[in-house]
T-cell receptor
């Protein structure tokens, strides 16, 4: 039981490039989330999903896209990367409405 | 506009003593509160939670207190241990439009427990 896994752990992008951050959970949770954490700040919700095929925007969705074709996977797509997207990205899943289980994070730098 | 505020960026406590971490919130719609613990280069891990209908929840060395009238909650760790040194995030939950609940996080308090 690996929990929530994220790949890659680190990535450096050039401005204007695109990439997909992968997130997989093996706990059969319906709810999945993507957050970003900037230095000295709390986590901010980017997108979330309440089940396969259902996604919705969080607090800071601009510049990102998501899809949820299976219960296990919830990839986050960055189109046209900008320096403002330099951050640590966390994926989380939840079996219920409250407690969330987090992955180890992806540290992204855009230069 | 921060809906969840942790006004102390850092806290140092002697091993064996009590650690008290504080959190204030502004949104009356929050109905569930959680504390997460985060070590460097790792994701946050769930520590303890409390429903808005309760005023106290205890789990071993960790106790969370909720004062709804003051919109304030606190996390007590007794006794504090060096392994408790981490960043602690307060989070509050409110129902979202898609039938789920969204967590709003504070900025975190870095706890250092001195041996």
């Amino acid at each position: 039981n690996a929990g929530v896994t994220q790949t890659p752990k680190f990535r450096i992008l050039k401005i204007g490039q695109s990439m997909t951050l992968q997130c997989t959970q093996d706990m059969n949770h319906n709810y999945m989330y993507w957050y970003r954490q900037d230095p000295g700040m709390g986590l901010k919700l980017i997108y979330y999903s309440v089940g396969a095929g259902i996604t919705d925007k969080g607090e800071v969705p601009n510049g990102y896209n998501v899809s949820r074709s299976t219960t296990e996977d919830f990839p986050l797509r960055l189109e046209l990367a900008a320096p403002s997207q330099t951050s640590v990205y966390f994926c989380a899943s939840s079996p219920s409405l409250y407690e969330q289980y987090f992955g180890p994070g992806t540290r992204l730098t855009v230069t | 506009d921060q809906q969840v505020k942790q006004n102390s960026p850092s806290l140092s406590v002697q091993e064996g003593r009590i650690s008290i971490l504080n959190c204030d919130y502004t949104n009356s719609m929050f109905d569930y509160f959680l504390w997460y613990k985060k070590y460097p280069a790792e994701g946050p891990t769930f520590l303890i939670s409390i429903s808005s209908i309760k005023d106290k929840n205890e789990d071993g060395r960790f106790t969370v207190f909720l004062n709804k009238s003051a919109k304030h909650l606190s996390l007590h760790i007794v006794p504090s241990q060096p392994g408790d040194s981490a960043v602690y995030f307060c989070a509050a939950s409110a129902r979202s439009g898609a039938g789920s609940y969204q967590l709003t996080f504070g900025k975190g308090t870095k706890l250092s427990v001195i041996p």
